[in-house]
């Protein structure tokens, strides 16, 4: 088990990724502007891949999937025997983290989904990206050792969008790694080029605590 709520703390990895973020921002003395620092794309992953070990991986995500493809068929939307609704989409949604969800991890990717579908769309990429911006949010900025305890909630709310900026990059590449494998238990998440190497995923993982 980690020593510490890989779900609800910044951990190591987190915390590490906070000071970094909060370097980038305007006012943290930072000055890369919109480009992610390169150190945070390592600091992210490493972040991510602690949970996603603890939880065994995101157990809901196949299922979804699935049933994004299965809503989007020719022949489905034709059908008046499958439940198009707004309404039936979010209970699909509901019965599968009851049924399939491991951890928190998947509460976060239930409400990526329920929020996507409440807009009408079924986006399963967009669902992807939203529960990696939103998990790294709910862990690095307002989770326990987050940039909320140690920049104040004044700041936080200054540079939320900020933050959600330079969390996009990463976000978009964990999810297309998490399309191609929704099973997979780690992610191997490519660098941009110029970061630092991205070795040893599997090393110290669950060490997330200083």
């Given at each position: ?86 309404e039936g989409r979010l209970v699909q949604v509901e019965r599968l983290e ?113």
């Amino acid at each position: 088990m980690p020593d510490c709520d890989v779900f609800s703390s910044a951990g190591r990895w987190g915390c590490a990724a906070a000071a970094t973020l909060a370097g980038a921002m305007p006012d943290g003395g930072g000055d890369q502007g919109n480009e992610a620092p390169p150190d945070l794309w390592t600091q992210l992953a490493r972040h991510l891949n602690a949970a996603m070990k603890a939880a065994g991986g995101l157990g809901m995500l196949s299922g979804l999937l699935s049933m994004l493809k299965h809503q989007q068929a020719p022949e489905i939307q034709l059908s008046f025997l499958t439940d198009q609704t707004t309404e039936g989409r979010l209970v699909q949604v509901e019965r599968l983290e009851r049924t399939d969800g491991h951890s928190v991890l998947d509460m976060y990717l239930s409400r990526a989904a329920r929020r996507e579908i409440l807009r009408r769309r079924l986006d399963a990429a967009a669902i992807v990206r939203n529960f990696v911006i939103d998990y790294c949010l709910g862990t690095i900025v307002y989770g326990r050792r987050g940039m909320i305890e140690t920049h104040g909630a004044a700041w936080v709310d200054r540079q939320v969008e900020s933050i959600r900026t330079q969390l996009t990059p990463f976000s978009v590449a964990a999810a297309s790694e998490l399309l191609a494998r929704p099973d997979a238990k780690l992610l191997r998440v490519e660098p941009p080029v110029g970061a630092p190497s991205f070795d040893a995923l599997t090393t110290n993982l669950l060490g997330v605590c200083a």
